[in-house]
């Protein structure tokens, strides 16, 4: 069990802790270790009702509450996020097994996502509006959507909670959040800060849990606006259920991201650019470059310099400081990263780097995976194709921009992209090309609290972060009034 004076696995609904019901619970597992770290809830549909109920009877006080105070609450929120960031960063990396320089970045990041978004909570403004009548009123009011319902996975729960939460409190939304059951302690012990900011009791509510609390949160005809992130096939699912009770959804779903290597980029630059993108998180995040396309007069020296690299990234402890890359978040995904690496060598792909676990005995425990390098890769093979969510990169090489674009274009998804050049015009026109929600120029895995973010395609629809964010959990009223003093012909519409 996981030693630390903030963890507390109790579910919070309508301002109260949920005690463990010891015949209702899903263990949570340390990623390095394999040990249990903590049990938690497996919260039944009827929490999870009583959860929308809860924010449902919340929201007409929220939603009238003023934007400088909904502001002051996520401010003081954001202010005990900075007391607790070490030791939220440690509960994190326990338990999904991110490397602590990572969490400890995140949880840094949460608290600025925040403070944006309390910046914004008082300046949702509408539009007056002039109509072709002289004689009208015509202007818009941006009003919450009701009760959010925010689902999140386990790769990187506090910063992709953040993302959703912010907006959705800043709007006026009242909202419940479901973390994943494979990593839900960082949410769960944001259910004590949130008590000690002194949010209005049913604002927010958490409820863990799997399919059950999943399928009642997401079939609920009560709910405003479901946001999700986690796998396609699950935002899928949800979009569906969703549809029959038509609420509407946002998906942060999966990615395919090109990382593009041009003959004249500053390659001492690119190769670590390069390696960010796959090896940082073990590969496991939406955004990783899982596919770098290099120029084929540079292929040869680019592939072998970040081959190097790989070779050397120190595996072990997520909270030693010279680990380099932690174990992947279970031996389930470690078992699945493997099959598509064994695909890979079968169809073609050559491996150059890694392929398998590594021989050290003090890691057996752990489900890691080394850093693997295949090249040749057929941008048509499922290695280019597929997200493997895990440490594995797959290289081919082009000869046109042209090429690079097309190739970059050509799978289902389309979230991230990174392009290294030195040449500011070729930057931008492909940038332009490109079909993802993110393009990066000489740089790569950069966030920002004020860049939307977001995917096109199988990556999903709809946007976090940013100012855009807001408009996931804002809807649009128009109020028009005749000023005239006209008497009407009953029968015929007025335009
Ligand atoms: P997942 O789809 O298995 O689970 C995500 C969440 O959905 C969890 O909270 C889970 O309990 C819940 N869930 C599962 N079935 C459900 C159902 N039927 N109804 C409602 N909820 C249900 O995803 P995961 O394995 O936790 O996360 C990995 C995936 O997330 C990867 O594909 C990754 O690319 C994606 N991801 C995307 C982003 C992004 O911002 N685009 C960020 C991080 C991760």
């Known amino acids: 069990m996981v030693e630390t004076a903030i963890l507390d696995t109790r579910m ?50 929220w939603r009238t509450t003023s934007g400088a105070e909904r502001a002051r609450l996520m401010l003081r929120l954001a202010d005990l996020l900075e007391r607790e960031a070490d030791s939220l960063a440690r509960l994190e990396s326990a338990d999904n097994g991110k490397l602590l320089r990572e969490t400890t970045t995140q949880a840094k990041f949460t608290v600025r996502n925040y403070r944006f ?22 202007y818009t009011r941006r009003e919450p959507v009701g009760v959010a319902v925010l689902i999140t996975a386990w790769n990187s729960p506090m910063q992709l909670l953040a993302n959703k939460l912010a907006p959705a409190l800043a709007a006026g939304c009242t909202v419940v959040i479901k973390p994943s059951e494979i990593a839900p302690l960082t949410t769960l012990s944001l259910a004590g800060i949130i008590e000690e900011a ?5 604002v927010i509510n958490i409820v863990t849990g799997g399919r059950d609390a999943g399928v009642a949160l997401t079939t609920d005809p009560r709910v405003g606006r479901i946001s999700f992130t986690g796998s396609v096939s699950t935002g899928q699912a949800i979009a569906r259920a969703a549809a029959d009770v038509l609420v509407p959804v946002t998906l942060e779903l999966g990615g395919k991201s ?41 292929a040869d020296e680019f592939t072998r310099r970040v081959s190097e690299i790989a070779q050397t990234i120190r595996l072990g402890d997520p909270a030693d400081p010279d680990t380099q890359m932690g174990p992947v978040a279970s031996t389930v995904q470690r078992d699945r990263i493997l099959a598509m690496i064994s695909d890979a060598k079968a169809d073609g792909s050559r491996l150059i780097t890694g392929g398998g676990t590594p021989a050290a005995p003090e890691l057996a425990d752990g489900a890691f995976v080394e850093p693997t390098i295949f090249v040749d890769v057929d941008p048509a093979s499922r290695l280019a194709q597929e997200e493997v969510f895990g440490p594995v990169l797959a290289v081919t090489t082009f000869r046109t921009d042209e090429e690079a674009i097309a190739i970059a274009n050509s799978t289902d998804f389309g979230l991230a992209s990174g392009i290294w050049t030195q040449n500011v015009q070729r930057a931008h026109r492909v940038a332009r090309d490109l079909v993802a929600g993110t393009v990066w120029i000489n740089t790569y895995r950069y966030s920002a609290a004020q860049a939307p973010f977001g995917g096109v395609k199988q990556s999903g629809y709809g946007r976090e972060r940013g100012l855009e964010a807001l408009d996931e959990y804002l809807r649009t009223k128009n109020v028009l009034m005749d000023l005239s003093d006209d008497i009407r012909d009953p029968f015929a519409i007025k335009a």
């Open 12 to 61: 919070l609904i309508n301002g109260r802790r949920v005690e463990l019901d010891v015949d209702r619970t899903i263990p949570v597992y340390s990623p390095l270790t394999g040990q249990v770290l903590a049990e938690v809830a497996d919260a039944t549909a009827e929490q999870a009702a009583a959860a929308i109920s809860a924010a449902e009877a919340a929201f007409d006080s």
């Open 117 to 138: 978004f309390a910046g914004a909570a008082d300046k949702i403004y509408g539009h007056t509006i002039p109509l072709d009548a002289w004689e009208t009123f015509d």
């Open 198 to 202: 002194g949010f209005p009791k049913g």
């Open 258 to 298: 090109a990382n593009i290597v041009f003959e004249d980029a500053n390659l001492d630059r690119a190769v670590p650019g390069a390696v960010a993108g796959i090896f940082a998180a073990g590969g496991q995040t939406c955004i990783a470059g899982s596919r770098l396309l290099v120029h084929e007069s540079i």
